[in-house]
């Protein structure tokens, strides 16, 4: 009789764990089936924003590679806007959250349930990072065309100025040499003709 009741707890047993396995191994399934859901109802919400924003990404100047405009994979789906911007969906399934990360930490940009609010928020991101972007150009094309302007001044004047000294100097010196030479002449005529002149009667005491 013992020996029976042995066999017969064993198989109880052995029945219990199997169930046991069994039931774990639906749950597993169960939950399993419940994450791949969720993952494909984000995907499926993201796919439609991307959709909606395909204008607005379609128009960012094809020089510009720093947005990347793709839904990744993964356990948590996401609709990356650049390297460090991306949307992704909340744990109710229907949030739409525009997220940024930045040296502080991850901002929130914009959160709504709608669609429209979020997707206007991130083109009002994209058209911020192609305005930044031209700005960032044009400072650097000034920049350097104020370096050029600011070069060209500062080496001209000083030669001018030396050149405009050099000619007023030599008109001086000119007219300096003209001067003595008059006063020289004068007083050469003076000593040859002395004798002509006094015997005119011209007299030069007081």
């Known amino acids: 009789m013992k020996d029976a009741a042995e066999t017969i707890s064993q198989a109880d047993q052995s029945r219990n764990l199997s169930d046991a396995i069994r039931d774990v191994k639906n749950a597993f399934a169960d939950r399993d089936d419940v994450v791949v859901d969720m993952r494909e109802a984000h995907r499926m919400r993201l796919e439609l924003l991307a959709a909606e924003l395909a204008p607005i990404f379609a128009d960012v100047p094809a020089d510009m590679d720093n947005f990347d405009f793709a839904v990744s994979s993964g356990l948590q789906p996401r609709l ?105 002449g004068l007083a050469v005529s003076i000593v040859l003709f002395w004798d002509r002149l006094v015997a005119m009667g011209l007299s030069f005491r007081p």
């Open 80 to 184: 990356w806007i650049d390297a460090v911007s991306h949307v992704a969906m909340g744990r109710d399934r229907r949030t739409y959250r525009f997220l940024k990360d930045t040296r502080i930490g991850r901002v929130v940009l914009a959160e709504s349930t709608e669609m429209k609010p979020v997707a206007d928020q991130v083109t009002r991101y994209v058209a911020e990072r192609v305005i930044e972007r031209q700005r960032m150009l044009e400072g650097g094309i000034e920049q350097a065309a104020g370096l050029k302007r600011a070069l060209v001044p500062e080496a001209e004047p000083p030669l001018r100025s030396i050149k405009r000294r050099k000619r007023w100097s030599a008109f001086l010196s000119g007219l300096g040499l003209i001067a003595a030479g008059a006063l020289v």
